[in-house]
């Protein structure tokens, strides 16, 4: 979609979905930060990052995170949150789209938060070549996505959901699901199941 319509929302309200305040979005993030099978990465993107409520979550759990979004306004906010909590220092805030080129490197995490539905049943694809690629071995791919039709978007959760699904070089390795989102975790290539890596199986 294009990033006027985002400009025009962040225009509007600081906090165009809540993220700060509602239970709904907390508990997603709480959800989130739990599926992730790894006590801690080494590297993260997450693309579409907005203000950084969730950004400043997955920073407890990582060394690095690059985070981006198309709307300068809510980078701004976004680094204001992150110098609060004390963890700027670990995050690379910059403007970029999902459809521009990729970070240079690897990343052992790329998190993919409320943000595909906003791109084409082409683009989406592309997309998702781009986070195999992007990922290391074994790294991890977390996607969350409300369910609900918004009838402005391009694709509904569900079609993103099955697209990903339906990706080359992916393995499934977990998922929460609801009326209102579903949340799946995907590795590069096939992990041991998290009790498997402590050698409780
Ligand atoms: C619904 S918010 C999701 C925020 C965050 N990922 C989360 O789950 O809390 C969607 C964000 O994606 C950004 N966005 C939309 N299209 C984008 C694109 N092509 N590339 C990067 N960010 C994009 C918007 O500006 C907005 O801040």
């Given at each position: 979609?294009?990033?006027?319509?985002?400009e025009?929302m962040?225009?509007e309200?600081?906090?165009?979905?809540?993220?700060?305040?509602?239970?709904?979005?907390?508990?997603?993030?709480?959800?989130?930060?739990?599926?992730l099978?790894?006590?801690?990465?080494?590297?993260?993107?997450?693309?579409?990052?907005?203000?950084?409520?969730?950004?400043?979550?997955?920073?407890?759990?990582?060394?690095r995170?690059?985070?981006t979004?198309?709307?300068?306004?809510?980078?701004e906010?976004?680094?204001?949150?992150?110098?609060?909590?004390?963890?700027?220092?670990?995050?690379?805030?910059?403007?970029?789209?999902?459809?521009?080129?990729?970070?240079?490197?690897?990343?052992?995490?790329?998190?993919?938060?409320?943000?595909?539905?906003?791109?084409?049943?082409?683009?989406?694809?592309?997309?998702?070549?781009?986070?195999?690629?992007?990922?290391?071995?074994?790294?991890?791919?977390?996607v969350?996505?409300?369910?609900?039709?918004?009838?402005?978007y391009?694709?509904?959760?569900?079609?993103?959901?099955?697209?990903?699904?339906?990706?080359?070089?992916?393995?499934?390795?977990?998922?929460?699901?609801?009326?209102?989102?579903?949340?799946?975790?995907?590795?590069?290539?096939?992990?041991?199941?998290?009790?498997?890596?402590?050698?409780?199986?």
């Amino acid at each position: 979609m294009d990033p006027g319509y985002f400009e025009t929302m962040y225009a509007e309200s600081a906090d165009p979905w809540g993220f700060g305040e509602r239970w709904y979005e907390h508990r997603k993030y709480a959800i989130t930060l739990a599926a992730l099978p790894r006590p801690h990465y080494r590297r993260a993107f997450e693309p579409g990052c907005s203000i950084g409520v969730l950004t400043a979550q997955l920073a407890a759990r990582c060394d690095r995170i690059v985070a981006t979004d198309v709307v300068p306004r809510a980078l701004e906010s976004a680094r204001h949150r992150l110098e609060q909590d004390g963890v700027a220092d670990r995050v690379e805030l910059g403007r970029a789209s999902l459809l521009d080129s990729w970070p240079p490197g690897t990343f052992d995490l790329v998190v993919l938060s409320e943000v595909l539905y906003y791109l084409t049943p082409g683009d989406l694809v592309t997309t998702l070549g781009r986070a195999v690629d992007s990922l290391e071995e074994g790294g991890t791919l977390l996607v969350v996505h409300w369910q609900h039709p918004v009838p402005e978007y391009p694709q509904t959760g569900r079609a993103v959901h099955e697209a990903i699904a339906a990706t080359d070089g992916l393995d499934h390795a977990g998922s929460y699901r609801d009326e209102d989102f579903h949340l799946d975790v995907y590795t590069r290539g096939p992990v041991p199941s998290v009790a498997a890596a402590e050698g409780l199986n």
